[in-house]
């Protein structure tokens, strides 16, 4: 992986010295090299100024034949990319054998000589996580494309004919013309999914490029055009023992392709099913031991590092193991300064520290994100499903008022809090539901949060809409397949693949996903779902295609999740910190929230009552956010 920027317009030379500092920002995305090429072309009345900006982490090729920008053999052609293209070894051997003449043994040069020969179809033939930007000198044009699930970002500003972009925020910011104005009406999508939805920003008027998007700037215009999408409405009939076969080939085959690196590579290894079906194909594909990273809480019920070490023991890998304290008044800071915009998600601290140990001895790892979204893993998933069957049965008034008669600490682990949560959704629309159901601060709950003034201000805006639009853009009639698609296209895109890309790149560490290659993508969404969730069993098919191959004790262990213990820490060590945070003049004048509400949120979760963790945490973020970036603070 490595950090990617780039300026072009019609309106006045680009500065080397912009591209350099856009650069200087991303350092920790690509430590091993630094590249910049400035072009000014003439032509068709119109004068182009381009300016293209890379950070290398070197992984394929290390020697400086890998250098970027990189161009063709006339120089009409130069790329600038973040990511890995995995099938570049069968590419270049078709395009050496039309021609092209290949001065390095990088991916990077394939796409150019792809687009050479296809254009913008040159997608198609990608597989890999990537963001990338081609100029095209002849053309006089700039082409940005993104990877089809989003595994690495691409930000862009484009104002009076001028386009900025980057693979993170910070850098874009380092041009004086763009604004750090806060997108206010973003503040409400944030507090209920804990980020800020794609396409949107925390920042007005800078964007993400969606994944399977690709971008074309021509003559001072910008247009957006989607290239792939993943399609549950298409499934297979196959019987299970084929099912099982055919997501062990291609998991097997994706894992072999991310393999392939000229530099030492490991495991993130939690203990769940994911992660170990990723080590236990690594190492049959291996002939050495895999290196393994897990992390672990001191609070038991929060860790894993007992079933991380089962896996480890069982496939005799080289296991290290980090266990987190809640030193996040020094962490927190630095979290916000690498995600560029608030974000809620605690796991962030946890991803932080176990990608700083791993990179301590590889450089790229990978791990097993995607499996619960591609095959079944959440209970809400199962939850969806039984919910629509009890609304079918008319029962659903009724659960609403048993769940209203309930009280629930809103413990995340708490069984009696699930069940309430459930029992109240039973008879909304299941786009409502699952909203609900993932929501950090409820509709009603912001409601009472804001302030008089910043809910007029907003009063246009639902943050609802996000999420139903997912929801509609799944063309299969099953529950299942329209709520794991709307994860995919959710909380996968801006949750955890944000949080994975920040936390290797942070430390200079690539990750890689197995799951997450588009043909198994492909494949998994064609079983169907009764496959994936056979009654109370999540997983089923990927289940039985690794019994086995993983010891019973995972297979049969449920699901922690990667949280942290935040219940504990914002009554304990982070208590103190959080009351001065929220209720500082500094932050109620920025005119969101009001005291009190923040006050009552505070000490009810001092007091036990109710467990505001989450919700404490996404507000924390969100000031210190604040604070570094908009205020200009130095923390």
């Not at 023991?313 to 979290?335: C, Q, S, W």
């Not at 809400?380 to 008669?405: D, N, P, V």
């Not at 009654?535 to 949280?563: N, Q, V």
């Not at 959080?578 to 005119?591: A, Q, W």
Request: proline share 4%; glycine share 8%.
């Amino acid at each position: 992986m490595c950090g990617i920027c780039g300026k072009i317009s019609l309106n006045g030379a680009v500065s080397e010295n912009l591209i350099r500092k856009m650069c200087e920002v991303l350092v920790h995305r690509g430590p091993d090299n630094e590249g910049v090429c400035i072009k000014e072309v003439k032509g068709e009345g119109l004068r182009v100024n381009v300016g293209l900006g890379h950070r290398r982490l070197s992984v394929i090729d290390v020697s400086s034949a890998g250098h970027q920008p990189m161009c063709n053999e006339d120089g009409s052609i130069w790329l600038v990319m973040n990511g890995e293209v995995y099938n570049f070894p069968g590419l270049r051997k078709d395009l050496e054998k039309r021609g092209h003449v290949f001065k390095s043994h990088t991916d990077t040069e394939v796409i150019i000589h792809l687009y050479e020969e296809k254009g913008v179809d040159c997608l198609s033939d990608l597989r890999g996580p990537f963001a990338f930007a081609i100029w095209d000198e002849k053309k006089q044009r700039l082409f940005l494309a993104r990877d089809r699930v989003g595994k690495r970002p691409l930000y862009y500003t484009y104002r009076n004919q001028t386009l900025i972009f980057a693979s993170e925020i910070k850098a874009i910011l380092q041009d004086p013309e763009v604004s750090t104005e806060v997108n206010r009406s973003a503040i409400t999508d944030y507090l209920s999914y804990g980020y800020v939805p794609t396409p949107q920003s925390m920042f007005k008027g800078i964007m993400k490029l969606p994944p399977a998007h690709f971008m074309i700037y021509e003559k001072g215009n910008i247009k957006i055009e989607r290239y792939w999408e993943l399609d549950f409405s298409k499934k297979l009939e196959l019987s299970e023992d084929e099912y099982c076969e055919r997501t062990m080939g291609l998991l097997e085959e994706a894992t072999k392709i991310r393999l392939i690196s000229d530099v030492p590579l490991g495991a993130f290894l939690s203990g769940g099913i994911d992660s170990s079906a990723v080590v236990y194909m690594m190492s049959k594909l291996s002939s050495r031991p895999v290196k393994t990273f897990s992390i672990g809480f001191e609070e038991q019920e929060y860790s894993e590092l007992k079933f991380a070490k089962v896996i480890a023991d069982r496939f005799g890998t080289e296991h290290k193991e980090y266990i987190v304290r809640p030193n996040a008044i020094e962490m927190l800071p630095k979290l916000v300064w690498h995600y560029n915009e608030p974000y809620a998600d605690s796991s962030a601290l946890p991803s932080y520290y176990v990608a700083k140990m791993t990179r301590q001895e590889v450089t790229v790892v990978l791990n097993g994100d995607g499996g619960d979204e591609c095959f079944g893993g959440y209970e809400r998933f199962m939850a969806a499903r039984f919910a629509e069957m009890f609304k079918s049965l008319g029962t659903g008034r009724i659960a609403g008022l048993i769940a209203a008669r309930m009280n629930s600490k809103r413990s995340p682990k708490d069984f009696k809090a699930k069940l309430k949560r459930f029992l109240s959704g039973i008879s909304r629309p299941s786009p409502e539901r699952h909203y609900e159901w993932i929501s950090i601060f409820k509709d009603k709950e912001k409601e009472d949060l804001f302030s008089d003034s910043f809910k007029a201000e907003i009063k246009n805006r639902d943050s609802f809409l996000y999420l139903n639009n997912a929801f509609n853009q799944c063309r299969s009639s099953d529950i299942v397949d329209q709520v794991m698609s709307t994860d995919i296209r959710t909380n996968l895109l801006d949750d955890l693949l944000v949080k994975m890309d920040i936390a290797t790149m942070a430390n200079s560490l690539e990750g890689r996903s197995p799951f997450l290659d588009h043909k198994v993508m492909e494949f998994a969404a064609s079983i169907p779902s009764g496959m994936k969730i056979k009654g109370t069993s999540l997983k089923y098919i990927l289940k039985k295609a690794l019994k086995d191959k993983l010891p019973d004790e995972i297979l049969g262990r449920g699901k922690m999740g990667f949280g942290v213990p935040l219940d504990s820490w914002f009554r304990g060590e982070l208590k103190d910190y959080s009351h001065e945070m929220l209720l500082s003049d500094r932050c109620i004048k920025r005119g969101y929230f009001r005291k009190e509400a923040l006050k009552n949120m505070l000490d009810g979760h001092s007091s036990g009552k109710v467990n505001n963790g989450a919700r404490i945490w996404s507000l924390v973020f969100l000031e210190l956010w604040h604070r570094m970036f908009v205020d200009g603070e130095k923390i």
